[in-house]
C-alpha cells in the first residue's frame, strides 16, 4: 500500500523522470563523464552546494604533490573489525569486504589510511540526526579504520548495512552503503565515495548514485561478491577495488621505499 | 593513466560520528606561543551558513617544509603532522589551532566537504600577500590571532575550486 505523496515535496516518480531526463540528455551528448556530477539537481540539497564557476585548473606544487602520514600511532588494528567493539555480537549479516587502493597507473597506495562508517542491519545510523525510526543496535557502531598493507590492500569486518529512507522526496530510500575515505600519496588524490551491493533494487531510484550519469562509472561503486573472501561458518565476502587519481609523481619516486 | 579513478559521492549527512574526532582541528595546542587560528565560515549559494561540512587543512610547517610524521589522529602536543580535520558547527564555522607555513608563496591547501556536495573541492588558502598574480580570488584575511577564509560554495563570490592539470 503507497502513503500519497504530500502536495509540497516530489514524488518518486518525478524523481525518477528527472533522472531518466538527465540520462537521455547524457546519452544523446555522447561525451563520457567518468566522475560524479557537482551539479545534479535531482539531490535536492546539491541546488544550492555546487560550485557554477569551472574549476580552477593549476599545476600542483609544494604540499598538494605530497599526502598526509598515518601510522600505526593513529590506527589500531582492532579498528577494521566493526564487529568487536561492544561486548555482543551485532544483529545483521556478518561480512568481510576487502580490495585494493591503487593510483591511476596501477601502483598500490601503501600504508595509507582507509575510514569507513555506515547505518546498521536495520539501516539506522548511530548519528544523533538519524530519526529513522529503526532500531539502534548497541552491539555497532558503524565506524572503522585501517592502514593499507604494503600490497595498497584493505580489510574490513563488518555487518551488511540496510537501505534507509531519506528526506529528499517523498518515499526516497538509499540503496545499502558503506561510506569510504581514502587518501593517496598526494594531497590531490584525496577520495570520499560510497560502495553498493551488486543488484541492488534502489539503484534506479536513487539520486545519490545516479548523480554519476555514466553507467560503466556508477558501477565502479558496486562491490562483487567473492566466495573466495567469503569464510566459512563466520562471514559472506565482498571485493570492491579503488582507484584514486594518477598521481604526478614518477614510477622511481614510487618504487622507493 | 591506465585505470579509470573510482567516482567520489556525497559525505552524506551522517558523518559526525565516524570522521570529526578529538583534537582533530588541533593541530598545535593553543597555548603554543607560535599557535594560530585559521578558521572561517562555509556559506551555500543562498548566503545561509553550511552547519554540516567538514574541512580538512595540509600545509606546510613554518620553515617551509612538508610534515611526514604520522599521529594526526592521536597528537602527542608536540610533532606537527601538518594534518587536521575540522566539522562545521552549527553557524557553519570551521577552526584550526596549527602554525603558520612557510615557504615562497605559503598556503593552507583546504578540503572541503558537506552533505548535498556531491564531490570534495580542493582550494588553497593563501597567506595575506602571498597569492600569485594570478590567482583569481581572495586570500586569507589576517586577524587578531592568525587568519579567516570564509569558503562559499555557491554565488557571485563563490571560493575558487582547483582542478589539478594531470600530466
Ligand atoms: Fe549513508
Known amino acids: 500500500m503507497t502513503t500519497p505523496t504530500p502536495s509540497d515535496v ?3 516518480a518525478d524523481i525518477t523522470a528527472e533522472i531518466e531526463a ?3 540528455e547524457y ?3 555522447g561525451v563520457v563523464e567518468d566522475n560524479v556530477r557537482l551539479d545534479y539537481a535531482p539531490y535536492r540539497s546539491s541546488i544550492l552546494r555546487h560550485p557554477t564557476k569551472a574549476l580552477h585548473q593549476v599545476d600542483p606544487e609544494g604540499i598538494e604533490l605530497v599526502a598526509p602520514v598515518f601510522g600505526q600511532r593513529d590506527v589500531d588494528p582492532l579498528e577494521a573489525d566493526l564487529t ?4 555482543g555480537e551485532p544483529v545483521g549479516e556478518r561480512m568481510v569486504v576487502t580490495g585494493r587502493v591503487t593510483d591511476g597507473e596501477g601502483r598500490p597506495i601503501r600504508h595509507q589510511l582507509v575510514e569507513i562508517w555506515q547505518a546498521n542491519a536495520g539501516g539506522r545510523y548511530i548519528h544523533q540526526r538519524d530519526q529513522h525510526p529503526a532500531a539502534i543496535d548497541p552491539n555497532f557502531t558503524g565506524m572503522g579504520r585501517c592502514l593499507t598493507d604494503a600490497d595498497g590492500s584493505y580489510e574490513f569486518t563488518t555487518i551488511k548495512p540496510g537501505p534507509y529512507p531519506w528526506r529528499n522526496h517523498h518515499n526516497a530510500w538509499r540503496p545499502a552503503h558503506i561510506h569510504f575515505s581514502l587518501f593517496g600519496t598526494e594531497f590531490t588524490q584525496r577520495l570520499i565515495t560510497q560502495m553498493y551491493f551488486p543488484g541492488d533494487p534502489l539503484f534506479a531510484l536513487d539520486p545519490i548514485y545516479q548523480s ?3 553507467p560503466a562509472a556508477r558501477q565502479r561503486l558496486v562491490a562483487t561478491y567473492d566466495h573466495d573472501v567469503t569464510r566459512h561458518e563466520w562471514a559472506t565476502g565482498y571485493r570492491w577495488d ?3 587519481t594518477g598521481s604526478h609523481r614518477t614510477v622511481f619516486e614510487e618504487d622507493e621505499q | 593513466m591506465s585505470l579509470t579513478p573510482t567516482p567520489g559521492q556525497t559525505v552524506g549527512p551522517f558523518f559526525g560520528f565516524a570522521l570529526p574526532y578529538d583534537g582533530g582541528g588541533e593541530l598545535v595546542p593553543h597555548t603554543r606561543p607560535d599557535a594560530i587560528r585559521l578558521h572561517g565560515r562555509v556559506y551555500d549559494g543562498a548566503g545561509d551558513p553550511v552547519p554540516d ?5 595540509w600545509q606546510a610547517a613554518p620553515d617551509g617544509s612538508v610534515p611526514q ?3 594526526s589522529l592521536h597528537r602527542d602536543g608536540y610533532t606537527f603532522t601538518g594534518w587536521g580535520r575540522a566539522a562545521t558547527d552549527r553557524t557553519g564555522r570551521y577552526q584550526f589551532t596549527t602554525l603558520r607555513p612557510g615557504g615562497a608563496s605559503p598556503y593552507f591547501a583546504l578540503t572541503v566537504f558537506a552533505r548535498g556536495l556531491t564531490d570534495r573541492l580542493f582550494t588553497r588558502a593563501y597567506l595575506p600577500g602571498a597569492a600569485p598574480a594570478a590567482w583569481p580570488g581572495p586570500a586569507a584575511q589576517a586577524d587578531d590571532r592568525g587568519f579567516v577564509f570564509d569558503i562559499r560554495l555557491q554565488g557571485e563570490d563563490e571560493t575558487v575550486f582547483l582542478t589539478y592539470a594531470q600530466d
Not at chain 1, 568487536?84 to 561486548?87: A, E, G, L, T, V
Request: glycine share 4%; net charge negative; charged share 20%.
Open chain 1, 10 to 12: 516530489a514524488s518518486q
Open chain 1, 22 to 24: 538527465i540520462s537521455k
Open chain 1, 27 to 29: 546519452d544523446a551528448a
Open chain 1, 84 to 87: 568487536i567493539q561492544h561486548r
Open chain 1, 212 to 214: 554519476i550519469v555514466d
Open chain 1, 242 to 244: 579503488i582507484v584514486l
Open chain 2, 53 to 57: 561540512a567538514l574541512v580538512e587543512v
Open chain 2, 69 to 71: 610524521e604520522p599521529g
